[in-house]
């Protein structure tokens, strides 16, 4: 079964571009997470769907950050226009809806983004 | 590598050793916590958890203890091989849905 598949893996881009990320979960998984990874810092939570829903954004740190699912299958995630700030590595991950059990988030190996 | 430019505590082991990963996590109304192992080029793989009911559980070669007095988590890694050789982060979340990470520490396994 393939797991968590992120595209590009890598991607630099300069300042004031645009970068779409891509993010295909695990078929089956409802629900789908962003997280980032800023240099020097830790990994932190972007949003979460369920399903083609945002469940929770409250982790996007501003409107030029655009996530979405349509169909509930794969997401992508726009960064327009890209600042100095936004690089870092950006992971999706995704899990089954179980309801309220906790189910495992798998992983996947990331995006590097690097704006110049 | 994704590390560079993070300056990461680091535990140095050798081969056989056990190895004990400390975390202190922030929010005391946690319900669940997860350790996840993060090799170099690839993303956080989910290692073991524990729920906030529990103060113990162990896994294949691993354990993981929580001691929510002092807001503490720990991971130990029985006979430390070389393909531990990893990241490690801790991370904790009411629920899988919004977790919080920490700043990870460095395992290095030598010979």
């Known amino acids: 079964e393939a797991g968590v598949t992120q595209f590009p893996s890598h991607s630099v881009i300069e300042k004031g571009q645009t970068v779409t990320l891509r993010c295909d979960p695990i078929?089956?998984?409802?629900?789908l997470y962003w997280y980032r990874r800023v240099m020097g810092k830790e990994i932190k939570f972007l949003l979460h769907?369920?399903?083609?829903?945002?469940?929770?954004e409250s982790g996007m740190p501003n409107n030029r950050f655009l996530a979405e699912r349509t169909g509930g299958t794969y997401s992508t995630l726009k960064v327009q226009p890209a600042e100095l700030e936004d690089s870092g590595v950006y992971f999706c991950?995704?899990?089954?809806?179980?309801?309220?059990?906790?189910?495992?988030?798998?992983f996947g190996q990331g995006t590097r983004l690097t704006v110049v | 590598g994704e590390s560079v430019g993070l300056h990461l505590p680091t535990l140095s082991v050798q081969e056989g050793d056990n190895s004990i990963i400390n975390c202190a996590y922030s929010?005391?109304?946690?319900?669940?916590f997860i350790w996840y192992k993060q090799e170099s080029g690839k993303g956080p793989q989910f290692i073991i958890d524990?729920?906030?009911?529990?103060d113990k559980r162990q896994g294949q070669r691993v354990t993981v203890l929580l001691n929510k007095t002092v807001k503490h988590l720990s991971l130990q890694i029985a006979a430390t091989q070389p393909g531990d050789s990893a990241v490690y982060f801790c991370?904790?979340?009411?629920?899988?849905?919004?977790?919080?990470f920490g700043t990870g520490t460095r395992l290095q396994v030598f010979p």
């Open positions: 929010n005391s109304a946690s319900d669940y």
């Open positions: 524990i729920r906030s009911n529990m």
């Open positions: 078929s089956g998984h409802d629900n």
């Open positions: 991950a995704s899990s089954q809806d179980f309801g309220q059990v906790n189910t495992e988030a798998f």
């Open positions: 991370a904790e979340g009411p629920t899988t849905d919004k977790l919080i």
């Open positions: 769907f369920v399903k083609e829903s945002k469940q929770d």
